[in-house]
C-alpha cells in the first residue's frame, strides 16, 4: 500500500514536469512566431543602390539587433531608429556575420561609417562620434562595393507599428 502511494506520487511529479516543459516549448514557439510576424521592413536607397531593412525602432528589437544570426542577404539589412538624435554606440557582442555600419544624422546623411569584421566581440565598440538618429547595419564591404561614403543621403520611410 505504501508502495503503491509512493509510485502516485511520483508518476505525478512526472507528469508535471512534463506538463512544464511542453508548456515551456510551446510558449517559446509562440514567441519566436510573433517576433516573425512582427518584423517591419523598408526599402532604404543610397545613391541608387537599394536595401531592404528590417526595422528596428522600439528598445527590445535594438537591444537585440542582427545577434544570433549566422547570415545576412546580399542587399539586407537592419536599420535602427531611435527617438532623439545621440552620439550612439555599437558593438559586435553575439553577432557572426561581419558588417558595416552607417551612423546616420536627423537629416539622413551618412556621418560615420564602420566596418567591424571582428563578429562576437564585446570588447570593442564603434561610435558615431556625432549625434546621430538611425544607424544602419549591412554585410561587411557592402558600403564600398557600391561607392557609399561619408555625406550621402539615405532614403527611406519608417512604417509604423501597429
Same mark, same amino acid.
Given at each position: ?27 517559446? $514557439? &509562440? ?5 516573425? !510576424? +512582427?518584423?517591419? /521592413?523598408?526599402?532604404? *536607397? @543610397? ?48 553577432? $557572426? &556575420? ?5 551612423? !546616420? +544624422?536627423?537629416? /539622413?546623411?551618412?556621418? *560615420? @561609417? ?49
Amino acid at each position: 500500500m505504501k508502495k503503491e502511494k509512493q509510485n502516485k506520487t511520483q508518476n505525478k511529479m512526472i507528469i508535471t514536469l512534463i506538463m512544464s516543459i511542453l508548456t515551456t516549448i510551446i510558449i517559446n $514557439f &509562440i514567441s519566436s512566431y510573433s517576433q516573425e !510576424i +512582427d518584423k517591419i /521592413k523598408s526599402l532604404i *536607397t @543610397i545613391q541608387g543602390h537599394n536595401i531592404t531593412a528590417e526595422i528596428s525602432d522600439t528598445e527590445k528589437t535594438r537591444e537585440k539587433g542582427l545577434m544570433w544570426r549566422n547570415q545576412l542577404g546580399k542587399n539586407e539589412g537592419m536599420l535602427f531608429i531611435y527617438n532623439d538624435s545621440a552620439t550612439r554606440c555599437f558593438w559586435m557582442k553575439n553577432t $557572426f &556575420i561581419a558588417l558595416d555600419m552607417a551612423f !546616420i +544624422d536627423s537629416n /539622413k546623411v551618412i556621418r *560615420t @561609417i564602420h566596418t567591424a569584421k571582428t563578429v562576437n566581440d564585446s570588447t570593442t565598440f564603434y561610435s558615431s562620434y556625432v549625434p546621430v538618429k538611425y544607424v544602419l547595419e549591412v554585410n561587411s564591404g557592402w558600403f564600398e562595393e557600391h561607392g557609399i561614403s561619408l555625406g550621402d543621403t539615405v532614403l527611406f520611410s519608417h512604417p509604423k507599428r501597429k
